[in-house]
């Protein structure tokens, strides 16, 4: 079956450094990928969408990366904020086709120090 | 744009009883709108598909006899808990997308404590 794997531990960075978070699936080769920021007690907000053929994609201070071979995608932050601190989930669409669905990892949670 | 709004936010309810809780899409149509459940630390959980003016889509292990989808309109949907326990207790998340796009929007979530 497909597995989404994102790291459990937090990752506790500096504010103004630049965070990475990464995502790795198994088992199937996704359409497209996406990125979701969810704070705690609230429903997750769509951040990204990034296409099988796209290699990387941008906005504001949000990049992402996804690589079909390696089967990851890597979510980067840059001159990150404490505003930030979120978790932060990767989706990938349900393998079998016309009802997008979305299967979504466990997330990563981000703790920005000031 | 894209406002999903989840009513009611929290609920308290005794065991045994039902409980109705509404996903509407604001300011857009929502060809498909989904259910998910997430218990603490976790992730969301899907359990449903709906399409407007059809039945529900249930996902493997979740009982749609207890778990009722309505979705009536191209804005609202809604998920009864019938004859709720104790581990229904979670937090309930509804997303509606459009028929033009592939990211979801999220309600704000209900939480749902069954006593």
């Known amino acids: 079956s497909q597995k989404i794997e994102q790291n459990s531990e937090a990752l506790n960075i500096q504010e103004g450094k630049t965070a990475t978070l990464t995502c790795n699936y198994t088992?199937?080769?996704?359409?497209?990928l996406q990125w979701y920021r969810q704070d705690p007690g609230r429903g997750p907000v769509f951040l990204l969408l990034?296409?099988?053929?796209?290699k990387e994609k941008r906005k504001e201070r949000l990049k992402v990366t996804f690589d079909t071979t390696l089967k990851q995608s890597l979510f980067h932050i840059t001159a990150s904020q404490p505003a930030d601190s979120a978790t932060y989930l990767c989706?990938?669409?349900?393998?079998?086709?016309?009802?997008?669905?979305?299967?979504f990892g466990s997330g990563t949670r981000l703790l920005v120090r000031p | 744009g894209a406002v999903v709004s989840q009513h009611p936010s929290r609920v308290i309810c005794k065991s045994g009883t039902s409980v109705k809780i509404e996903c509407r899409s604001l300011?857009?149509?929502?060809?498909?709108m989904f259910w998910y459940r997430q218990f603490p630390k976790q992730s969301l959980m899907l359990m449903a598909t709906s399409n407007e003016g059809s039945k529900a889509t249930y996902e493997q292990g979740v009982e749609k006899d207890k778990f009722l989808i309505n979705h009536a309109s191209l804005t609202l949907s809604t998920l009864t808990v019938t004859s709720a326990h104790p581990e229904d207790s979670s937090f309930y998340i509804c997303s509606a997308r459009t028929s033009h796009s592939y990211e979801q929007y999220f309600g704000p979530g209900t939480r749902l404590t069954v006593t």
């Open positions: 989706a990938l669409e349900a393998p079998g086709g016309s009802s997008y669905k979305l299967i």
């Open positions: 990034i296409r099988e053929n796209e």
């Open positions: 300011d857009f149509q929502a060809t498909t």
């Open positions: 088992n199937y080769s996704p359409a497209y």
